[in-house]
């Protein structure tokens, strides 16, 4: 069966059960389907920003709090606006604490429990809120503007610890084991973690990893990050110990025997339970490249090297915080090595709206050219999700033009849709007559002029 006559197929199969729809034979060479799945009442988002603030990264908080907007700009091109949102910031400074509960005496600027995942406060609030009023107005629990206050939140200096517990912090944010942090997580909405650090994750299971080597070493800094690199990190190529041999190593991934740091699982775990569904999750980080992983001596003394490729850029490759996010089907990583964090926090603001995003980001396939207007083939179904229970097919909806509401069409939007690579710039529209249930999901299938749509 050629790739066409399959996609065919396949859209009769998703059809199914719809009488009023015509599938029209694809052409030749179109043999992609685009598929959306967002749900039919958009929820807010709870974003949580983990900003290290180690010695290091004064130049990259400066820019973050500069480019900020970036982000926000995505999320205002949504439908409606801006949408309902609560943004908080912690450090990963946990000072010397683990989490079997021991703590570790002070070590330079590690000290106790740190700020233990505390969202940072401004003017006596924890997270900012920021909400539509129904009306065309915004309910805010800040004073200037979304910019101005995060910059001010986001401000977290460079006195922390400088051994990061990025993923103990994000879950010390997030468990309810903190009563400041009340009020931030909600229930009905969508959830976003964004790791900014040139450091990687050193969540410790065993305070014991501060006392490995000697406070007086003069070096005790650079030996007890190299520590924890060696208790958290392994590679295959070479697989030999990182003390026996200085150069590049590849396919590195998180220690699963480490006897002092936590394992992945448990904050991938973590994340997963506080939504009935995964999706409803994005995880993203700015930091340094994974990939770029280099065993190198200096001084006498063994260190991981460098993982930013140009000039008076430096970062630590975050092995253990990448392995975090290819646990979620939402997740985006760009590199901290640029200093100029603009095209991240933009890229992230594309991630983050994915999730409501009407927008298709390939060329949909015109399917009968010799009709005046362009032809669209898609499949959009009405599915319920509600929590605890299976997804449940209710509807498959009629194009517009041959049905009556609840119904959609294809639409050209340049702002909305900007981002995207599509030309032109098509989103998803759906006309109703009566109000909808909040539980409602709509998934769509459309066919692609281009091999860049995704695989059905």
């Known amino acids: 069966m050629t790739a066409a006559r399959f996609l065919a197929a396949a859209l009769l199969v998703l059809t199914a059960g719809c009488p009023d729809r015509t599938i029209v034979e694809v052409p030749v060479g179109q043999d992609k389907i685009e598929q959306l799945d967002i749900p039919a009442v958009p929820k807010g988002f709870d974003i949580l920003f983990v900003i290290d603030d180690s010695g290091s990264m004064v130049d990259e908080q400066a820019s973050l709090r500069a480019n900020f907007p970036k982000m926000i700009e995505v999320l205002e091109q949504l439908d409606g606006g801006l949408p309902d949102v609560h943004i908080g910031v912690v450090t990963p400074n946990m000072g010397t604490s683990a989490t079997d509960g021991s703590s570790a005496a002070p070590a330079g600027t590690c000290n106790g429990q740190g700020e233990g995942g505390a969202l940072r406060a401004l003017d006596g609030i924890r997270f ?114 990182f003390f026996a041999a200085d150069g590049p190593r590849e396919d590195c991934h998180p220690r699963e025997d480490s006897t002092e740091l936590t394992t992945i699982k448990r904050y991938a775990d973590h994340l997963k339970s506080l939504k009935a569904d995964p999706r409803d999750i994005a995880v993203a980080a700015i930091t340094g490249d994974p990939e770029n992983f280099e065993i190198v001596t200096t001084g006498g003394v063994t260190e991981v090297g460098n993982a930013c490729s140009n000039a008076g850029a430096e970062a630590a490759p975050a092995v253990r915080t990448d392995a975090l996010l290819q646990q979620f089907q939402l997740s985006t990583r760009s590199t901290i090595c640029q200093g100029d964090l603009s095209q991240g926090l933009r890229q992230i603001g594309e991630l983050i709206t994915e999730r409501i995003d009407p927008c298709f980001d390939s060329n949909l396939a015109d399917v009968d050219p010799a009709t005046p207007g362009p032809q669209y083939e898609c499949t959009v179904t009405e599915v319920r999700r509600a929590p605890g229970q299976p997804e449940e097919e209710l509807d498959v909806l009629p194009a517009c033009d041959r049905g009556a509401p609840p119904c959609f069409r294809i639409e050209e939007d340049p702002v909305q849709c900007s981002y995207t690579a599509a030309d032109p710039h098509l989103k998803l529209v759906i006309e109703r007559s009566a109000a909808v249930d909040p539980t409602l999901h709509l998934k769509a299938a459309c066919v692609t002029a281009n091999s860049a749509g995704p695989v059905l």
């Open 128 to 241: 900012l809120s920021d909400r539509p009023d129904g009306s065309g107005g915004r309910i805010r629990n800040y004073s200037g503007t979304l910019a101005d206050a995060f910059s001010q939140l986001a401000n977290v200096g460079a006195a922390g610890c400088g051994l990061e517990q990025h993923l103990e912090a994000m879950k010390r944010a997030t468990d309810g084991s903190n009563p400041l942090n009340a009020g931030f997580l909600r229930e009905d909405a969508y959830l976003a973690v964004i790791v900014i650090a040139d450091e990687d994750d050193c969540s410790l299971a065993k305070s014991s990893l501060f006392d490995a080597i000697p406070r007086s070493d003069p070096r005790y800094g650079e030996k007890i990050n190299f520590r924890c690199i060696s208790q958290g990190v392994v590679c295959e190529s070479p697989a030999t110990d």
